[in-house]
């Protein structure tokens, strides 16, 4: 066991600077760098900037470097000061940019992802235990329209049943009299009271599909004969369920689960934009949009590595859980 | 389920007897209409004893011991009277749901089960120590530690090398003859009075196999339990076998001792499949196949004898139309055939 974490910890040092090189090439490949952007801004604003004045910025900026002394200089400065550059449009450090909205973010995704599997999980063992009953079919429904409706449109309507309906002030984390406010019981009460649409937009897609995967292994699963095998040693249908093909059938969960932390890192970008939410995604969208490059190439950069890890954590959940994957 | 006079229920339940079905029939419900995969089963196994259950593919001989199980798929209704007496008194098993508590703690405890599939039958997440001791636990309680102890020590009778060791192997890491000796192991765990065995050595090679059987025949002689074992093949009831019922479509056609059915076999069926035996120690059996014609399918069962579309012996507007009756030749055979019965 431990020899195959320390394998998938050497893998992921190559694997992590191939793709830092690589989404720092990517963020450069659009026609065009952040002056260019700038300009036409600018422009649109009725200023103008003379060629000299353009150039002299791009000199500053370091834009006229080559590519590959570029990456260097980047990299160094993030792995030795943690220093992701500054982004050129907010004009601060990226470092500040991405982390401030980070915390809000891996809050809101976490909680919706504990109550999407939390919820899916039973669910989808149920329905797969009581195959073609009512629960059965209802679950089934709910799969399908929660995986068939956009999220945009299901915060849409959450959002308009709230404030038509519920009377309540939505959009955005908490009402903008508490933006600046210190923390107190009525602010927390606020931000709950805007915070159940992300979660119930985020966990109702997330558990459509998850239920339908999970029942789906399950039926799978309790066709075995090891799970008759279980039957017959005298278990019932609970211990037998939970404790035999339950496990089985959780594995493929297991062997995603670190996709979801890439994911909870970008946070639905959509519905963040829809509900107006202070997550990364719509920073990151901003980004790309400006070509603001460190911006961009910082969110890549923490996305790419949150990937690398989530799928060495994955890897090694899964060898701890499933002795055909430890043992080979 | 027509109630069973008491009577009747102690006359027919001897002190040696442990196990005893009575006219058990099983359908299952499916889109294309009912499957009626068991009609009218009776046998018994006395304590100690093997008895063999013998037929081709689909004559229900799976389903059967399921029944006693109490562990049929959900589209299953069933009827007869399904008596077991591990310990004294008889219980009635017929009429359990499969949940019930009586179930359960017979089943892995006073039954043990062994499945015909070595690959696919034991957990593949949980080491071959802790699925054994985990059946140890539930039924006898005690520590984690006396339960592996127990487990340790059953492997070490099913023969497996180093037995400290296997505790902690998982089943894709053993052979099929290694993983039915598990297996084994597994429904010993509380020392069964009855073991039931789904065709364990179907699935393995002669050689495998043979060792298989040695093994059984070993522990049964020790441990004293009684066996149903049920096999396609003749070979391997000749080999194990105190008494014999043959199965077709769902019906015991011919029961009777070894000696009897191998040397006076009175059924057409019985007959045909015994023409079929390859000789014994000769290279891998093959399926029954000399028997002419095919078995029909289950949704279509022959009226009359279901055994007259294949029979060489048929007697037209008598096997067709009425079911046999039950001849007994001699004591403890019983045939279910118009030829026997002594119809002209
Ligand atoms: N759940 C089920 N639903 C419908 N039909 C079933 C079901 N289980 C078994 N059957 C049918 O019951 C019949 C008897 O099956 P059974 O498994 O007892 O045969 P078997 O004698 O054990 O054969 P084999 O030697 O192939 O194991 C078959 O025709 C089978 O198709
Ligand atoms: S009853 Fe008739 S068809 Fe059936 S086995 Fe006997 S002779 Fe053959
Ligand atoms: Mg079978």
Redesign the pocket.
Known sequence: MLRIILTRCLWAIPTLIVVSFISFVIIQLPPGDYVTAYVAELRRGGEYLTDTQVELMRQDFGLRDPILWQYARWITKILLHGDFGQSFHYNAPVSSLIWDRLGLTLLLSTISLVFTWGIAIPIGVYSATRQYSVVDYVVTIFGFVGKGIPEFLLALILMWVGFSWLNMDVGGLMSPEFDTAPWSIAKALNVLEHVWIPIVVLATSGAAGLIRVMRANMLDELGKPYVETAYAQGFSERQVVWNYPVRVALNPFISTVGWALPALFSGDVITAVVLNLPTTGPLLLQALKMQDMYLAGGFILILSTFTVVGTLLSDILLAWSDPRVRLG | MPPIPMANDMTNFPPERLLDLRDLAVTFATAEGPVRAVQGVSYHVNRGEVLGVVGESGSGKSVTVRAIMRLLARNATDTGTIRFAPDGEPLTLSGQPRDSKLMRSLRGNRIGMIFQEPMTALSPVHSIGTQIARTVLLHRGGSKSAARDRAAELLARVQLPNPGEMLDRYPHQLSGGMRQRAMIALALACDPALLIADEPTTALDVTTEAQILDLLRGLQKDLGMAIVFITHNFGVVADIADRVAVMYLGQV?ETGSVDDIFYAPG???TKALLGSIPRLGAAKRHRLQTIQGMVPDPYHIPK????????????PG???VTA?PVFSPRPGQEV??????G?A
Not at chain 2, 307 to 314: A, I, S
Request: proline content about 11%; glycine content about 8%.
């Open positions: 056609v059924h057409p069926y009359g004898c279901p055994f007259h579309t294949r029979c060489d012996h048929v007697r008598l096997c067709d046999p279910r055939c118009h030829l026997t019965g119809a």
